[in-house]
Structure formats: structure tokens, C-alpha cells
């Protein structure tokens, strides 16, 4: 199968960009004691910082779906097509509880699991298993209804308590479950908010086997929709996100608050705004050949295998850093979302996480050239489609 260069680019770009928040995570000095998005503590700069990377999550789980499409268009074979989607989802599910979670936390007694975007999509890969015998435009309807509709749950009155409170809160909300006094799942990509972003994407790959001008056409008009309805939406302030918008005490922070959307679960606006700026992207990108875009496709082709190695990357740096600022090994913190270090107020100021990150990104260049060439060398290697 032909790749489609745009899917590679706009992958590549989210992939870069997502390191900048797991950079800052990590390692800036502010991470722990305070959110980037709240508005009383943060600086515009930190804010965007934060909200940029927002289109990350989404636009990779869409675009799985839609390389999952153009992946199982060869074969017609149904029973094949739900094997692969069954494995791999499960395979991610797998991957996530154990080499993500480990170079997220590097925490050897293992006290916490997050359940993050590789979860979400492995989760959305076992349903599409299963409707994976419904047409693109069934399953585009469906995920349709969910991204539209899933902020209406939210008027739903349930008790957490209660076996469907507890059900109703696995499949729609973020949430913690404390399974020992020492042992916590933190489930924080719930899997069918996420499931009707696949969806569409699954059934948005058959655009890309239209001509190139007819698609980059679509792709723009319906950019420039989904920013529209955002806009329209968010202005009246009634649906579509739990958080409201509100006046601050000036037009910036006014405009941050406006912004402002709610990432855990995906909102209604937080789809549209991130999903109809990839949309304008893609159309700008679709076909467009440079040493710019030749650059972010390497990233793009080995998604995957470049996620798994900056995680370890940036946690060996914070554990320098610290090691550099006086710490010792006794002194790391290794509880829930403290990643080692061993008090709130530690690591880097934001333009050391920006330097950081760069190096970052530029030291993967090499091994993901590398993998991406290893891999379309040997495609007689199935495993390396799960990698």
C-alpha cells in the first residue's frame, strides 16, 4: 500500500509537538504544583504551552483510524481485518499497562497504572473489531453521535457507587479506582468518548483515495466548519463543555478562558477546535513536498517506536537534572504524578524545557529514520506492524 504522505506529515508534527508536553510534564519546575490551564496561576506563554499539545491526542487517534482503513482496504477478507484490529488493540492495551507505564513513572514497585491515548486507541481498535462489518458512512454516523453527544452524560445523574454508576464511569468519565492502599488505576482516556473520534477517522480514510484536489477541498471546508461551530458554540456558552468561559481581568486571560476546553474526557469543543485544525493542515500539507515535510514524515512513519523511546529519553534527563541540583537517589519521589522528584518545585524554567525538548526531538531523528527504513525494508516481519 502507497503511503499517504499528508497522514505521515500531520502525524509527525503531533508527534513532535507531544513531547513538548511530556518535556514539560517532566521536567518543568512549576509541572507538579501547578496546572498550565489554571487560569489564576499561569502565564500566557505556559498556557499555550499546554493547549498546543492538545491536538495531539485527538488527531492521533483519528488518524490511526484512518490508517487502519487504508491498512485493511487490501483485504477482503473480514474475519482477517477483525484478527488484526482484536490483536493490536489488545496488543496497545498491553503495551500501555507495561513499557508505557513504566517510563512514565520509572516507579519499580509499580503503585500506579494511567490509562492514557494508547489505551484509548488499542480500546477503540477492539470495538472497530467488532463493527468493522458496518460501512464508513454507518460508522461515521456513529461516531458522530458520540462526539456530539457525549457532553449531554453530563446531565445524567449517577452514583460512582453503583454498578452502573461504575460502569457509566469505566466507558464515559476519568476517574480513580484504588484497587489497594498502595495500588491505583487512573483511568484518564475513558474509551468511547475516544472511540467516536476513531470512528470518524476510520471513515474519513476513504477521502484519501480521492483525487488530491478534490480531498484537500473537502479537507478545508470542513476545517473551517468544525473552527466555525467551535467558535459559535463557544460563545454562547451553553453546550458542547463543562467549563464555561467566563470574563477575566483582562482581554488576554479572557481570550485563555475562552479557550479554555476540556480535554478529560474530550469535550464536544475540544474536538472541534483540535480536529478542525488538523482538517486546515492536512490541506495545506496534502501533497506538498519540501525538506520541512520530508523532515516530520520520518517522525511520522514510525509513530509508534518514536512514543516508547522519548518517554525514557525525558525521564533519564529529569533523573540528571535532579542528580545535577544537589538530589540523591533516596531523595526521588516516586508516587503518583510526581515521576521521582522529590518535592513540587524542582527541574527547569519553561525556556529549558523548550531547549530540552528540542534536543530531544532532534537526537530521535536518527533511530526513526532508521526504524522507518528497517521496517519498509522488511515487510515479511508482521510483528513490525504492531511497532
Known amino acids: 500500500m502507497k503511503r499517504i504522505t499528508a497522514i505521515d506529515f500531520v502525524r509527525g508534527l503531533v508527534m513532535i509537538i507531544m513531547a513538548l508536553d511530556h518535556t514539560r510534564d517532566l521536567i518543568h519546575v512549576d509541572s507538579i504544583a501547578h496546572s498550565p490551564t489554571a487560569l489564576a496561576t499561569t502565564t500566557p506563554i505556559l498556557f499555550f504551552t499546554r493547549w498546543i499539545t492538545y491536538l495531539c491526542a485527538p488527531i492521533f487517534v483519528f488518524l490511526s483510524g484512518s490508517s487502519a482503513y487504508l491498512s485493511l482496504r487490501k483485504h477482503s477478507n473480514l474475519k482477517e481485518s477483525r484478527r488484526f484490529l482484536l490483536t493490536r488493540g489488545i496488543w496497545l492495551i498491553i503495551l500501555e499497562i507495561t513499557v508505557v507505564n513504566f517510563g512514565l513513572w520509572f516507579d519499580i514497585q509499580s503503585r500506579q497504572i494511567l490509562l492514557q491515548v494508547i489505551f484509548a486507541i488499542g480500546f477503540s481498535f477492539i470495538f472497530l473489531s467488532f463493527l468493522i462489518k458496518y460501512s464508513s458512512k454507518v460508522l461515521a454516523v456513529i461516531g458522530l453521535i458520540i462526539i456530539f453527544g457525549c457532553n449531554l452524560l453530563q446531565y445524567v445523574p449517577l452514583n460512582n457507587s453503583s454498578v452502573a454508576g461504575a460502569i457509566f464511569s469505566f466507558f464515559f468519565s476519568f476517574n480513580f479506582y484504588t484497587v489497594s492502599p498502595h495500588f491505583v488505576i487512573i483511568l484518564a482516556y475513558p474509551g468511547?468518548?475516544?472511540?467516536?473520534?476513531?470512528?470518524?477517522?476510520?471513515?474519513?480514510?476513504?477521502?484519501?483515495?480521492?483525487?488530491?484536489?478534490?480531498?484537500?477541498?473537502?479537507?478545508?471546508?470542513?476545517?473551517?466548519?468544525?473552527?466555525?461551530?467551535?467558535?459559535?458554540?463557544?460563545?454562547?456558552?451553553?453546550?458542547?463543555?463543562?467549563?464555561?468561559?467566563?470574563?477575566?481581568?483582562?482581554?488576554?486571560?479572557?481570550?485563555?478562558?475562552?479557550?479554555?476546553?476540556?480535554?478529560?474526557?474530550?469535550?464536544?469543543?475540544?474536538?472541534?477546535?483540535?480536529?478542525?485544525?488538523?482538517?486546515?493542515?492536512?490541506?495545506?500539507?496534502?501533497?506538498?513536498?519540501?525538506?520541512?515535510?520530508?523532515?516530520?514524515?520520518?517522525?511520522?512513519?514510525?509513530?509508534?517506536f518514536y512514543y516508547l523511546i522519548h518517554l525514557y529519553i525525558i525521564h533519564l534527563i529529569l533523573f540528571g537534572i535532579l542528580f545535577t541540583q544537589g538530589y540523591h537517589w533516596a531523595d526521588f519521589n516516586f508516587t503518583s504524578f510526581n515521576f521521582g522528584r522529590p518535592v513540587k518545585v524542582n527541574g527547569l524554567p519553561l525556556w529549558g524545557v523548550y531547549i530540552v525538548w528540542i534536543c530531544i526531538v532532534i537526537s530521535l531523528y536518527p533511530f526513526c529514520k532508521w526504524y522507518g527504513k528497517y521496517k519498509m525494508a522488511h515487510p515479511e516481519k508482521k510483528w513490525m506492524r504492531y511497532l
Open 192 to 304: 468511547i468518548p475516544w472511540l467516536g473520534i476513531m470512528l470518524v477517522g476510520f471513515a474519513t480514510g476513504k477521502l484519501f483515495e480521492l483525487p488530491i484536489g478534490k480531498r484537500k477541498n473537502i479537507f478545508l471546508r470542513t476545517g473551517f466548519a468544525a473552527v466555525a461551530l467551535f467558535i459559535v458554540l463557544r460563545f454562547i456558552n451553553i453546550y458542547g463543555d463543562p467549563l464555561k468561559w467566563s470574563a477575566q481581568k483582562n482581554n488576554t486571560f479572557t481570550f485563555l478562558s475562552f479557550m479554555n476546553v476540556t480535554k478529560y474526557p474530550p469535550s464536544l469543543l475540544y474536538s472541534l477546535i483540535t480536529l478542525g485544525i488538523m482538517f486546515v493542515v492536512l490541506y495545506f500539507s496534502d501533497g506538498i513536498k519540501n525538506k520541512f515535510t520530508k523532515v516530520v514524515i520520518v517522525y511520522g512513519k514510525v509513530p509508534l
